[in-house]
């Protein structure tokens, strides 16, 4: 668990994007603070411990569920693997990521722009015509670096509006922080598989202690809270029923029904071998 104070000028948005958080992740995390006025030296909780998501542990992995990508690289003989993460933006309702499995297909520095006509065709409509090119520089939505996936008119690329990073802002593609994309993009090969995945919830074990981290669902796929709860269960005990032996079911529901995005100890292995690993308790991490 990691923790921050907030200075004088600091908005959550500045302390997110200082410690590599999304804004929606900073937010849910922290429901009791103001977004825009947090106070000086109030305490900002950072939610900066993750399960990985269920799939594949290569190449990327963008979870819409959550606004977060997760980079594997690929590890040579002898050394350690590893996993990078780094707050997304995703498509807006109305413009949804697609799901699926796809690579990077090219990749380009100090990218133009040329929107398609669906996009030409909205910002006219508010009065705002755009350009059938929108050359490289400050002002180009894409930022300094683009990466394109080989699902046709999708890109994972910067922006020049970083405050809307982790968040459903985009028409579809893929957007990141400046500073995030500019350190992956030199490690990232033509040809790594990528992986666009939609789990809000997720869950894993870490020792003997078993975690759930729930994120809000999208705006479309929202579930009442006895419908998210047989989802959790049913996806417990498919994928880790030994989970089910002592599982806290209403350490469960708070995880859910809050959906805080911060990892929640539901379960411990009976009889255990080594005891010395003690979670935090539900009260610390939830209330």
């Known amino acids: 668990m990691q923790y921050t104070t907030a200075l004088y000028e600091d ?5 997110a994007r200082r410690f590599d ?5 900073i937010v849910h995390a922290n429901p009791n603070v103001d977004r825009w006025l947090p106070g000086e030296n109030t305490k900002v909780y950072l939610p900066k411990r993750y399960i990985l998501p269920e799939a594949p542990r290569k190449g990327l992995i963008l979870n819409i569920g959550e606004l977060r990508m997760f980079y594997y690289p690929r590890a040579r003989r002898g050394e350690i693997n590893q996993v990078t993460t780094h707050p997304i933006s995703i498509g807006r309702m109305d413009w949804r990521t697609p799901l699926g499995t796809t690579k990077i297909v090219a ?6 722009w040329r ?6 065709a909205e910002h006219a409509a508010q009065g705002d015509p755009l350009p059938d090119v929108v050359p490289a520089g400050p002002d ?9 996936l080989g699902l046709p008119g999708y890109l994972i690329h910067g922006t020049n509006k970083p405050l809307g990073v982790g968040m459903r802002v985009s028409h579809g593609c893929v957007r990141m922080l400046p500073e995030d994309i500019e350190k992956l ?11 666009i995945i939609n789990q809000p919830v997720k869950y894993g074990w870490l020792a003997d202690t078993f975690f759930v981290e729930a994120h809000p669902r999208l ?13 959790a269960l049913y996806q417990i005990e498919k994928n880790h029923p030994q989970a089910l032996l002592n599982l806290d079911s209403y350490a469960l529901r708070i995880a859910l029904r809050q959906r805080r995005g911060i990892p929640i100890p539901i379960s411990r292995r009976e009889n255990p071998e080594d005891d010395r690993y003690m979670p935090p308790t539900v009260e610390s991490e939830v209330f």
Request: proline share 11%.
């Open 11 to 15: 908005t959550l948005l500045d302390i």
């Open 21 to 25: 958080v999304g804004q929606n992740e």
């Open 107 to 112: 990749k380009t520095k100090n990218p133009a």
């Open 115 to 120: 929107p398609p006509e669906s996009i030409k």
């Open 140 to 148: 180009n939505p894409l930022g300094l670096y683009a990466m394109r």
């Open 185 to 195: 993009f030199p490690q990232i090969k033509v040809g790594l598989p990528v992986y």
């Open 219 to 231: 705006e479309e796929e929202q579930l009442g809270e006895d419908d998210s709860m047989q989802l």
